[in-house]
């Protein structure tokens, strides 16, 4: 019978792409892990790792066994929360993935109130790329995993997700306060603050601004849409931004003004088929679900279109 952490192991190495990397990610050195593969491929009987250059590609044996690797570990997983589960406890770690604008105003008072409603469980929270979130995901650096869609660029599903929409979060056309032009055709024209090119953000909004007659000027580029906000409010440009953004930034020296159909960008919630039902997992996305309505019903509230 194969080992199953030496299973696990084969499958980092296909994951990250070194034996290096795949160490690192499991917390061992690339020499034990060397060893341990060595030791598999005696178990198998077959050769399963070749050299690629500064990486190692995987024989087709290897992928066989990687497949096995994933759906043995799903199962793992999904005896854990059922463990969780009948025994009603919360707690232990959940790593949770954001982009930016849920980090400033959702993810705060989130972890909040999980620390007060159950101590004993652990939560913590990085910033990354949205365009990453869901293969580190199911790489497993994450258990939780917020995402984000833009109308007619949803994200690529990935086989082994579970995706809960969680709530939609109106995009914006913001400019200085001192513009007189709040049509988004008008501004063809304007200098504009955009997200990197190939980001789903990038994509949506320049479809925006094709779609009403003009290829957009892209003046500033940035990841950062709190930065847009505040470049805005600058006078340096204008924007397409979520509410969220207007939000956590506050929208001091700019004026908002609605989009053509009201766009908005879907907010979902991904975690690991097999380990979405652990109480410590349903608990996280409960208190992220709760808060994010809460702020998204406060923006509507809130925002005044100029």
């Not at 190495?13 to 990610?25: D, H, M, P, Q």
Request: proline content about 6%.
């Amino acid at each position: 019978m194969y080992n199953v952490n030496r299973m696990r192991l084969l499958r980092e190495v296909k994951v990250r792409g070194t034996l290096a990397a795949a160490a690192e990610a499991l917390g061992y050195n690339p020499s034990s892990v060397s060893h341990q593969l060595k030791l598999l491929e005696q178990e198998a009987g077959v050769p399963l790792l070749e050299p690629s250059g500064r990486k190692v590609r995987l024989t087709d044996e290897a992928m066989i066994l990687v497949g096995h690797a994933e759906g043995i570990i799903r199962h793992l997983e999904a005896a854990e929360a059922d463990i969780a589960l009948a025994s009603r406890t919360v707690r232990g770690t959940v790593r949770v993935a954001c982009f930016q604008t849920a980090a400033h105003t959702v993810l705060p008072r989130a972890v909040l109130a999980l620390r007060s409603q159950h101590p004993d469980l652990t939560v913590k929270v990085a910033h990354i790329p949205v365009e990453d979130a869901l293969p580190a995901l199911l790489a497993r650096d994450f258990d939780v995993v917020l995402q984000e869609d833009f109308p007619g660029h949803p994200q690529v599903a990935l086989e082994g997700a579970d995706i809960v929409a969680a709530g939609m979060d109106r995009l914006w056309l913001i400019t200085p306060a001192d513009e007189g032009r709040g049509n988004l055709a008008d501004l063809s024209d304007a200098n504009w603050i955009m997200e990197p090119p190939g980001t789903l953000a990038r994509r949506w909004s320049t479809g925006m601004c094709r779609n009403a007659g003009f290829e957009p000027r892209a003046a500033y580029e940035s990841s950062d849409v709190l930065l847009h906000v505040r470049l805005v409010g600058a006078g340096l440009g204008a924007a397409l931004v979520p509410g969220l953004a207007l939000a956590a930034a506050g929208g001091h020296g700019v004026k908002v003004h609605a989009l053509p159909g009201e766009p908005a960008r879907r907010i979902a919630i991904a975690t690991r088929r097999g380990s979405s039902q652990a109480p410590a997992i349903a608990a996280v996305k409960q208190a992220i679900m709760k808060e994010l309505a809460g702020q998204l019903a406060e923006e509507d509230r809130g925002t005044s279109v100029g």
